[in-house]
């Protein structure tokens, strides 16, 4: 049951990695209309959640799966991790060069990876805690937080990817890459860890495939329930159409797709809503309820036939690679003038990687970049480039 699980992991993350691509390259709003796209209502915000959580639950898995630290010290699987996330951060900064209007998530998500080195060897009951405390409390602390970074770093965030020069303006790296950017790890760390929870199950039992599948959205539908009962009848869009953000900005639209960059101050009400890259209580909850769903889907369709997904799990299992290489075409794509049409650029890319993931599952053989990740993780924690199967 155990390859079975993992293809099915796979196969999520490879949803998460078209997902994400989706969103890069087709418009979130209807140009002639101003309407959110298709693409916009189904995956902003919940694509790059998808692809945490599936980070969490692979953590998890490195780290003894239902028996956390099971075969391994704790102080070896926390070496492991660090080492694969000093990687992923290298990428992401030589990524973050490149000219592209894609926000790139992969010194943010290195960054996670250290942050939840403390949580690797708790069990499940404590993690299950400290995961919910965290959904709840941490939009708090940023909405407390970031008025502050705001008045005193210039500039409180880097205005674009993180590169090699940031690390000059230490308080301004600190307030984007943990409060203030397109990703802020404060709240993120609930994606992390919720995948954490989800790891640290049986996922090869048919119940515990089904609980994701129906709790996930239970969860998604009643945060936006909440959120809707919270605006609408409690009269929270109201108060939000007052504060600075509201009267500048179309928020009523854009709550519908993405609220990176506006400004959520002025009041408490913007802990109501549930939009798409909010960072908010309700966000969190939904995104996670989603990811759960997608996860749970996943696992029972391979359940019986691994492969029934192959063309997303192979891709799912050379993300970084074929992330990367998105990024690098993407970059070339906008360069040009005028700018292709959405679709030949997604589709190309999409049949792209999942043709690569079958190629290199077909061989038995990791991605580049995985194979570089997964080394300099051995390495660390076994002192060692050999593989040690257990």
Not at 161 to 183: K, M, Q, R, S
Not at 305 to 316: C, D, F, Q
């Amino acid at each position: 049951m155990s390859r079975t699980r993992l293809t099915g992991i796979d196969a999520a993350r490879g949803v998460a990695l078209l997902g994400m691509m989706s969103t890069h390259i087709f418009p979130l709003y209807d140009p002639e209309t101003g309407s959110p796209t298709f693409v916009a209502l189904v995956f902003s915000g919940r694509a790059s959640a998808l692809f945490a959580v599936v980070a969490g639950i692979g953590i998890a898995l490195l780290t003894g799966g239902q028996n956390p630290g099971a075969g391994r010290s704790p102080g070896q699987n926390r070496r492991g991790i660090a080492a694969r996330a000093l990687v992923i951060a290298l990428i992401g900064l030589l990524l973050g060069g490149m000219d592209t209007s894609i926000a790139i998530i992969l010194f943010h998500y290195a960054v996670l990876f250290l942050m939840v080195l403390p949580f690797t060897s708790m069990p499940l009951g404590r993690l299950a805690a400290w995961a919910g405390a965290w959904i709840c409390l941490s939009p708090v602390l940023a909405y407390l937080v970031r008025p502050w970074l705001n008045e005193n770093v210039s500039p409180p965030e880097v205005g674009g990817n993180i590169t090699w020069e940031h690390f000059l303006e230490p308080a301004t790296l600190f307030a984007d890459v943990f409060f203030t950017g397109v990703y802020p790890t404060v709240q993120w760390l609930s994606y992390l860890l919720v995948g954490m929870v989800i790891g640290r199950l049986n996922l090869g039992a048919l119940g515990v495939q089904a609980g994701l599948v129906i709790g996930g959205i239970f969860a998604a539908v009643a945060a936006k329930f909440v959120s809707a009962y919270l605006l609408v009848d409690a009269g929270g869009f109201a108060e939000l159409l007052g504060t600075e953000s509201g009267q500048r900005w179309p928020i009523g639209r854009m709550m519908e797709v993405n609220l990176t960059g506006v400004d959520q101050s002025g009041s408490w009400w913007w802990l109501a809503v549930s939009a798409p890259h909010s960072g908010t209580t309700l966000d969190l909850l939904h995104t996670c309820g989603t990811a759960a769903a997608v996860v749970g889907v996943c696992l029972l369709l391979t359940r019986a036939r691994p492969n029934l997904l192959l063309p997303l799990s192979a891709a799912g299992a050379m993300t970084l690679t074929l992330y990367s290489m998105h990024i690098w075409v993407m970059a070339l794509v906008d360069a040009q003038e005028p700018a292709p049409e959405p679709v030949w650029v997604f589709w190309p890319q999409a049949a792209a990687a999942v043709l690569i993931g079958i190629a290199f599952a077909k061989l038995g053989s990791r991605g580049p970049l995985e194979t570089v990740a997964s080394g300099a993780s051995r390495l660390a924690r076994d002192g060692t480039l050999a593989e040690n199967r257990r």
